[in-house]
């Protein structure tokens, strides 16, 4: 079964960096688009940045410039790195695949951008 583990979170200052990462197992990885969303308290989830399986990437606005999308198809792994983090990036980060027509989802990853 497909199976999504996100890792890499934490507490980090304003300006600080930190690097996401998300461990597929379950499906021919290299094969599909992989996309980062995010759900802070009391806000529905949303769309952070995709990756296609030929690596064309997009960001959504809110982040553009700050956060870079990328993935390794010999370990199965897509990366989300995420530098002048501000507090309003403090949310839950999870890792999706669309794969065998549903929506697959990490356990997600708690970031906390904070002084």
């Known amino acids: 079964q497909v199976q999504l583990v996100e890792s890499g979170g934490g507490l980090v200052q304003p300006g600080g960096s930190l690097r996401l990462s998300c461990a597929a197992s379950?499906?021919?990885?290299?094969?599909?688009?992989m996309n980062w969303y995010r759900q802070a308290p009391g806000k529905e989830r949303e769309w952070v940045a995709g990756?296609?399986?030929?690596?064309?990437?997009t960001n959504a606005g809110s982040v553009k410039g700050r956060f870079t999308i990328s993935r390794d198809n010999a370990e199965n792994t897509v990366s989300l790195q995420m530098n002048s983090l501000k507090p309003e990036d403090t949310a839950v980060y999870y890792c999706?695949?669309?794969?065998?027509?549903?929506?697959?989802w990490g356990q997600g990853t708690q970031v906390t951008v904070s002084s």
């Open positions: 999706n695949a669309y794969v065998r027509s549903r929506n697959h």
């Open positions: 990756i296609t399986s030929l690596g064309g990437s």
């Open positions: 379950g499906f021919t990885f290299s094969s599909y688009t």
